[in-house]
C-alpha cells in the first residue's frame, strides 16, 4: 500500500509580504517551521508592497501584506486579518530633502512617493493636498532625493531611520500629524485572506501569524540578528534594526484591539470625506 505523507495531505497556503526587517521578523517562526500546521503547508514570497497590492487585484495570494489605502478595491476578495497589521503611536512615513522647509512650502512641489496604493501616499495627500507625486519604489526614494534627482521624497520602511546617513534631513512625520489630529495610532497595512477560505481555515491560519508574531516578541535577542540582513538601508546596525522592528511590530500586530480598529475606520472616514477612496469598507476581521 503506497503511503501518504502528511505534508501531502496538507494544503499549500501562499503568503506574500514585505522584504525589510519588520515582516522577516513577524513571519520568521513559521518561514522556520518553527510554528508549524497539520493542515497547511506554507510558501512565502516577498515583494515590494506597491506590488502586492496591485497583486491583490489579481487575487495572486492567498494572504498578503495590503497597504490600508489599498483595501477598499478589494474587499469583497480579501478579508482583514486581526493581527499582523502596521501601526504606529506618534510616528510613520516621514518627508525628507536636502534642506529644512516648512510644509506649507512643499504645496505643489514634485516628491517622490513609493507607490500610489500606500497609505502613505494617501496621509500626505490628506496631510498637504496639493503636490506633484512621482510614483518609484521605496528603494530608490532615499538616493534619488540624495542624488537630486527630485526635491523631496516620502519614506516608508527602515529609511525612516537610515536618510541621515544621505545627508538628507526630516522635514515633517505624518504619523506625528496623525496622531496630534486623531490621538490615535496611525494604521498603515495589514495582512488579508481571500474570502473563498472556510471560516474554520480562516481562523486557523489567523491563529499560526499570530502564533508566529508571538515567538518574535519572545525571542527577539535570537531573531533580531537573522532579520537584519533584510533591513539593508541599517547597514546591520543591531541596535537600530531593534528599534525599527519594534516600531512595526508591537501589540497592534498582534491584535489591532479596540483602538487600532478604530484608527483603521478613522483613516477611511478621513479618505472618504476627502475623496480619495469612493467608498467606506466594511470592517469585518478573521478573530
Same mark, same amino acid.
Given at each position: 500500500?503506497?503511503?501518504?505523507?502528511?505534508?501531502?495531505?496538507?494544503?499549500?497556503?501562499?503568503?506574500?509580504?514585505?522584504?525589510?526587517?519588520?515582516?522577516?521578523?513577524? /513571519?520568521?517562526?513559521?518561514?522556520?517551521?518553527?510554528?508549524?500546521?497539520?493542515? /497547511?503547508?506554507?510558501? =512565502?514570497?516577498?515583494?515590494?508592497?506597491? %506590488?502586492?497590492?496591485?497583486?491583490?487585484?489579481?487575487?495572486?495570494?492567498?494572504?498578503?501584506? !495590503? *497597504? /490600508?489605502?489599498?483595501?477598499?478595491?478589494?474587499?469583497?476578495? @480579501?478579508?482583514?486579518?486581526?493581527?499582523?497589521?502596521?501601526?504606529?503611536?506618534?510616528?510613520?512615513?516621514?518627508?525628507? &530633502?536636502?534642506?529644512?522647509? %516648512? @510644509? +506649507?512650502?512643499?504645496?505643489? +512641489?514634485?516628491?517622490?512617493?513609493? &507607490?500610489?496604493?500606500?497609505?502613505?501616499?494617501?496621509?500626505?495627500?490628506?496631510?498637504?493636498?496639493?503636490?506633484?507625486? !512621482? /510614483?518609484?519604489?521605496?528603494?530608490?526614494?532615499? %538616493?534619488?532625493?540624495?542624488? &537630486?534627482?527630485?526635491?523631496?521624497?516620502?519614506?516608508?520602511?527602515?529609511?525612516?531611520? *537610515?536618510?541621515?546617513? =544621505?545627508?538628507?534631513?526630516?522635514?515633517?512625520?505624518?504619523?506625528?500629524?496623525?496622531?496630534?489630529?486623531?490621538?490615535?495610532?496611525?494604521?498603515?497595512? &495589514?495582512?488579508?485572506?481571500?474570502?473563498?477560505?472556510? *471560516?474554520?481555515?480562516?481562523?486557523?491560519?489567523?491563529?499560526?501569524?499570530?502564533?508566529? !508574531?508571538? @515567538?518574535?516578541?519572545?525571542?527577539?535577542?535570537?531573531?533580531?540578528?537573522?532579520? *537584519?540582513?533584510?533591513? +539593508?538601508?541599517?547597514?546591520?546596525?543591531?541596535?537600530?534594526?531593534?528599534?525599527?522592528?519594534?516600531?512595526?511590530?508591537?501589540?497592534?500586530?498582534?491584535?489591532?484591539?479596540?483602538?487600532?480598529?478604530?484608527? !483603521?475606520?478613522?483613516?477611511?472616514?478621513?479618505?472618504?470625506?476627502?475623496? =480619495?477612496?469612493? +467608498?467606506?469598507?466594511?470592517?469585518?476581521?478573521?478573530?
Amino acid at each position: 500500500m503506497q503511503k501518504i505523507s502528511l505534508k501531502t495531505l496538507r494544503k499549500i497556503v501562499s503568503i506574500a509580504h514585505s522584504p525589510d526587517a519588520d515582516d522577516a521578523f513577524m /513571519f520568521y517562526a513559521l518561514t522556520e517551521k518553527i510554528i508549524k500546521s497539520n493542515n /497547511f503547508e506554507i510558501e =512565502h514570497t516577498l515583494k515590494d508592497i506597491q %506590488s502586492l497590492n496591485k497583486e491583490s487585484q489579481e487575487l495572486k495570494n492567498d494572504i498578503q501584506a !495590503i *497597504s /490600508f489605502f489599498a483595501y477598499p478595491e478589494v474587499e469583497n476578495k @480579501y478579508q482583514l486579518l486581526s493581527c499582523g497589521g502596521s501601526l504606529g503611536y506618534g510616528y510613520g512615513p516621514i518627508i525628507v &530633502g536636502k534642506q529644512k522647509v %516648512s @510644509y +506649507k512650502e512643499l504645496k505643489n +512641489k514634485t516628491i517622490a512617493i513609493p &507607490g500610489e496604493k500606500t497609505t502613505a501616499y494617501l496621509l500626505l495627500k490628506l496631510f498637504l493636498g496639493d503636490f506633484n507625486p !512621482i /510614483f518609484v519604489t521605496f528603494d530608490k526614494v532615499l %538616493s534619488m532625493v540624495s542624488d &537630486g534627482e527630485y526635491p523631496f521624497g516620502l519614506l516608508i520602511h527602515e529609511g525612516q531611520l *537610515s536618510y541621515l546617513r =544621505h545627508n538628507l534631513v526630516k522635514i515633517f512625520d505624518l504619523g506625528e500629524w496623525w496622531l496630534g489630529k486623531t490621538n490615535l495610532p496611525v494604521p498603515l497595512g &495589514g495582512n488579508v485572506i481571500k474570502r473563498t477560505f472556510s *471560516s474554520e481555515d480562516k481562523r486557523e491560519l489567523n491563529f499560526l501569524i499570530k502564533k508566529s !508574531i508571538e @515567538y518574535a516578541l519572545l525571542n527577539k535577542e535570537k531573531i533580531i540578528p537573522f532579520v *537584519s540582513k533584510y533591513a +539593508k538601508e541599517l547597514e546591520s546596525n543591531i541596535e537600530l534594526v531593534e528599534k525599527f522592528v519594534g516600531m512595526y511590530v508591537n501589540e497592534f500586530t498582534l491584535d489591532y484591539g479596540t483602538i487600532g480598529k478604530i484608527a !483603521i475606520k478613522k483613516l477611511y472616514q478621513m479618505a472618504y470625506k476627502e475623496g =480619495h477612496i469612493t +467608498k467606506m469598507p466594511v470592517l469585518d476581521f478573521v478573530e
